[in-house]
């Protein structure tokens, strides 16, 4: 059975990316996505191959004032405020604004618009790569700068999913909507953490998002011997399985720094990334 098996954490710098790219590293038949599509490095670590390079785009809305009449259905329907209707006065035409960085593309007021005055255009956000590391397939989307939004360029990354294989996702930081389109989906959810006040506030943040999503999910502890107990008091109270402790040490963080993964500079970490895809595979949860 084939999963997908997203890496999040609430935190930023927990090292989210090192326990993907190495369970990754770890199993075979694996597809690799880089969601963190705002500040993509997991190919720092991967050194995929790239073969393919396309170009992503978002619909956003095009008015065409010979037939816009300026009625507010558009900005009525709209959601995420793209779109302002500012009617005629005193004789004068009005005028339709579209913010086209705050639209998110859904369409509704193109097809809902009474005197079919709009239609979409492709308007550019990034860009997908796709590449090869060994057999493993590699994907990631990399958001042009400047660019409000990263969900649509992330479910485009997420339309080249491959059900033939264990997919691992790279998720963004955080709890908000990018971290949600990332994981929405998945199978189960490895969280990282680390033992600090502000590494244990934002693991329950993100407990929250993924008890919500109902994605069954288990927590890594990075620099597992820094900081105090109080992480594993929360996961042992919560009834959150602990799949992986790792320790901070000195020879990990200057391979971090070169770009090296752990298992290819320590290989008996390899083990340990096998373990926790097999405790997810076989549904070992607590």
């Known amino acids: 059975m084939n999963m997908i098996i997203s890496v999040a954490s609430g935190k930023g710098g927990t090292g989210k990316t090192t326990v993907a790219v190495n369970l990754a590293l770890s199993i075979g038949n694996v597809q690799f996505l880089d969601c963190d599509v705002e500040e993509p490095n997991a190919h720092i670590f991967l050194k995929p191959a790239i073969k393919e390079q396309y170009k992503a785009y978002i619909p956003v809305p095009e008015i065409d004032d010979s037939k816009c009449v300026y009625c507010g259905k558009c900005a009525e329907v709209c959601v995420y405020h793209a779109i302002a209707v500012l009617p005629g006065q005193d004789g004068k035409k009005g005028t339709t604004l579209v913010f086209a960085h705050l639209c998110h593309g859904c ?61 691992i996702i790279d998720a963004p930081p955080g709890t908000s909507c990018p971290v949600v389109t990332s994981v929405k989906g998945s199978d189960y959810c490895v969280l990282v953490t680390e033992p600090t006040p502000f590494g244990l506030n934002d693991l ?15 927590v890594v502890i990075n620099r597992s011997d820094l900081g105090n107990n109080k992480t ?42 096998q373990a926790i895809f097999n405790t997810i595979r076989d549904g070992k949860f607590s």
């Open 107 to 167: 369409g509704a007021c193109s097809a809902l618009c009474p005197e079919k005055a709009i239609k979409e255009v492709n308007r550019e956000i990034g860009v997908i790569e796709i590449g090869e590391k060994g057999d493993m397939q590699f994907v990631h989307g990399c958001l042009n700068i400047g660019e409000a939004m990263s969900p649509p360029l992330i479910r485009q990354v997420k339309s080249y999913i491959n059900p033939t294989r264990t997919v």
């Open 204 to 218: 329950t943040l993100a407990v929250e998002v993924l008890r919500k999503l109902k994605i069954p999910f288990g």
């Open 232 to 273: 594993d008091e929360y996961c042992r109270q919560e009834n959150i399985p602990i799949l992986m402790r790792i320790p901070f040490k000195r020879e990990i963080a200057m391979a971090y720094s070169k770009g090296e993964p752990i298992v290819k500079v320590f290989p008996e970490y390899k083990k340990y990334f």
